[in-house]
């Protein structure tokens, strides 16, 4: 393993049980995260993009243990996060910080802005009171807040100040991995692309690793070096941000990228219909899971399930898909 | 465009919300027409007020809050604003129908999909007998691509997808035929794959039953794919409208400029500076002098703090229309 990588997730795996009956025994699985592999290097932004349902925001809640992961490796900054005891994991912690899509959520409602920018400082016994006030001054700032936000509360700012708010909170602590988990799909496009470009200034300032979820693929592909698409679970294709848009070789990346509608009517274009839906983890299909949508389904996707496997020896491009090498050729 | 083609008129529609301190305005003189057979669009942010104009054309503003202090609505040489309750009935839901955002929260999660489906036909057509009813309900069920109707009629809407749940709202709408269909931020709440079949749904049963819809979206792609004019609002106001490739290729008011810069393409380098619009939409309880959008325009004279911009015709094209006193200068 190279020096450079900063999060490495080896076979994560989070798998809820469902009781039920009289005696609330198991009685059977939600395969929510399934296996789910890859490395983040220092300094980049690796995006995640699915549909809802497909566990995408699970992996991140499992890289920082706020799920207990069913099985599988997060290795952060060299140090395994899931054997670590709880003081070991709130001190990691100040490494690795989450903004969540609605900030309305996540911001305590009853404490001023100055409160909840403070509370990262205190909880982890940083600096004196004066110097607490001077650093959030500061990081309202660096968010581009005014400075008299900080006797304000929540309900006082708009969507996107919000959202500012629990940037600010996020990077209190100089963390090294920022998750992101849809950041902006609560935000109207004008204001969209304001924390957007944020988000890309403050990486390249403070030096951050992303790990940058969302559904929207032209916004993820907009912060993103690399991009893991998932499906049901799991990762369906991984490659170089720029190439999986170009070249996608999955049949659920092909279908995904087709169905969003373009800004320009000019190029009008006929989409190919995914038929079907996302089927239930809970009882996902046998064989490669998008087999019962997939317009190219043979025999042997309805009984093998496909491994993730590196294209042409190529270790950033990764397709799990039984016919790759029919769509590449 | 010839005046019988038009399906829908909408003329200086001002509607207010009365809260505990006083009344503010949330659409303020809006005027358009529906033609027959087209898709509109209507886009803007929150708060700009494109749900609140379907709401007044439905007459469903939430009461005793919200009223319409002005204007008219002309359906079939009839104001509808004019239309007794009963009256406004045999329009609503027949000849206007409308669909929502969450298809969750517009059905009654304690009752069948086959009860809230048959409720249409128990409504606007009290003579058909129950077997027809029934015969009716699989057919639209089979025409918006739900597999096994018969069963689904039984099931409640939890049991239901998202997707599933649009589609049965699809169902109850067009089930009496519409002339017009209401669609608001439709395909919002869906997955991409899944818009992407509820919009091929939406064209086909249109081209069929040759409806005109009116599209409320804040999805510029949406609009670019679904709609044949469209109309951008800002703060209550109409501040450009358009054919749909007129717009996109060459936007004249600032705010559309603006918004159709700033979303982030497949086809823009990754991590570059997205346009941005700066500050924030002004609260409606407190308008801005003069333009709504002067303080957050590139393009901002002193003039526009002043002067209300009118809505004028461009060149004469009665189709297209910009609310800017700077806009013959600007795209010169």
Not at chain 1, 166 to 189: F, M, T, Y
Not at chain 1, 217 to 239: F, P, T
Request: aromatic residues 6%; negative net charge.
């Amino acid at each position: 393993m190279s020096k450079d990588v900063l999060l490495k997730v080896k076979d994560l795996k989070m798998h809820y049980p469902i009781r039920g009956g009289v005696l609330f025994r198991q009685v059977a699985t939600n395969f929510a995260v399934d296996k789910v592999s890859f490395e983040i290097n220092k300094g980049e932004t690796l995006g995640i993009v699915g549909e809802s349902g497909c566990g995408k925001s699970t992996v991140a809640k499992a890289i920082l243990r706020l799920y207990e992961p069913t099985s599988g490796e997060v290795e952060f900054d060299g140090k395994d996060i899931r054997s670590m005891s709880k003081g070991d994991l709130r001190k990691t912690r100040q490494d690795m910080q989450i903004i969540f899509q609605d900030p309305m959520e996540s911001l305590n409602s009853r404490h001023t802005v100055g409160t909840i920018l403070e509370e990262p400082y205190v909880i982890h016994g940083i600096g004196t009171r004066t110097e607490r006030r001077k650093w959030v001054a500061d990081l309202l700032n660096k968010v581009g807040l005014q400075s008299d936000a900080v006797n304000r509360f929540p309900h006082e700012f708009s969507g996107g100040q919000r959202q500012r708010i629990g940037i600010a909170r996020a990077i209190a602590l100089n963390p090294k991995l920022l998750i992101c988990d849809e950041p902006v799909s609560a935000l109207d496009v004008s204001i969209q692309s304001q924390i957007l470009n944020l988000l890309v200034d403050l990486q390249r300032e403070l030096d951050l690793t992303l790990l940058f979820i969302a559904h929207d693929l032209a916004v993820v592909k907009h912060v993103s070096d690399r991009i893991a698409v998932m499906y049901l679970g799991k990762i369906v294709e991984m490659n170089d941000a720029e190439k999986l848009y170009s070249h996608p070789v999955h049949p659920y990346t092909r279908a995904l990228l087709s169905s969003i509608p373009v800004p320009d009517p000019q190029k009008k274009k006929e989409h190919d219909v995914l038929t079907g839906e996302v089927p239930s983890p809970i009882n996902p299909p046998a064989g490669c899971h998008f087999h019962a949508r997939c317009p190219y389904a043979q025999q042997k996707c309805r009984i093998d399930r496909p491994e993730l496997k590196a294209v042409k020896d190529n270790p950033n491009w990764l397709v799990s898909c039984h016919l790759m090498y029919d769509f590449i050729n | 465009m010839a005046s019988e083609d038009v399906l829908l008129k909408v003329e200086n529609l001002t509607t207010t919300f009365q809260t505990d301190e006083d009344s503010v305005t949330v659409l303020d003189d809006v005027s358009f027409d529906l033609l027959k057979g087209e898709t509109l669009g209507i886009v803007g942010e929150s708060g700009c007020g494109k749900s609140v104009t379907a709401l007044s054309i439905m007459r469903l503003l939430p009461r005793p809050a919200g009223k319409v202090e002005k204007g008219t609505i002309t359906y079939k040489e009839e104001d509808l604003l004019s239309l007794t309750t009963e009256q406004m009935h045999t329009v609503r839901g027949k000849k206007i129908a409308m669909i929502f955002q969450e298809p969750m929260t517009a059905l009654n999660p304690v009752h069948r999909i086959g009860k809230q489906l048959g409720e249409i036909y128990q409504i606007h057509f009290p003579d058909m007998a129950e077997d027809e009813v029934r015969t009716a309900q699989i057919d639209i069920l089979k025409k918006v691509g739900i597999p096994a109707p018969e069963k689904r009629l039984r099931e409640y809407p939890h049991q239901l997808s998202g997707g599933m749940r649009q589609r049965v709202m699809i169902a109850m709408a067009l089930a009496c035929k519409p002339d017009i269909l209401i669609a608001d931020e439709p395909t919002t709440a869906l997955d991409v794959t899944t818009q992407n079949q509820i919009l091929n749904l939406m064209r086909d049963l249109q081209r069929e039953i040759n409806m005109s819809i009116i599209f409320i979206t804040h999805d510029l792609g949406v609009i670019a794919e679904m709609c044949d004019r469209v109309i951008v609002m800002y703060a209550g106001r109409i501040v450009e409208q358009s054919p749909v490739r007129g717009l996109f290729a060459s936007p004249y008011h600032p705010y559309t400029k603006g918004l159709l810069e700033s979303i982030p393409r497949l086809e823009t380098p990754p991590k570059s500076k997205l346009e941005i619009i700066e500050g924030l939409v002004p609260n409606l309880k407190n308008i801005p002098e003069g333009c709504r959008f002067h303080s957050r325009c590139d393009f901002e004279k002193e003039e526009c703090g002043k002067t209300d911009p009118p809505e004028e015709k461009v060149n004469d094209d009665t189709t297209r229309t910009v609310a800017c006193i700077r806009w013959r200068e600007l795209n010169s």
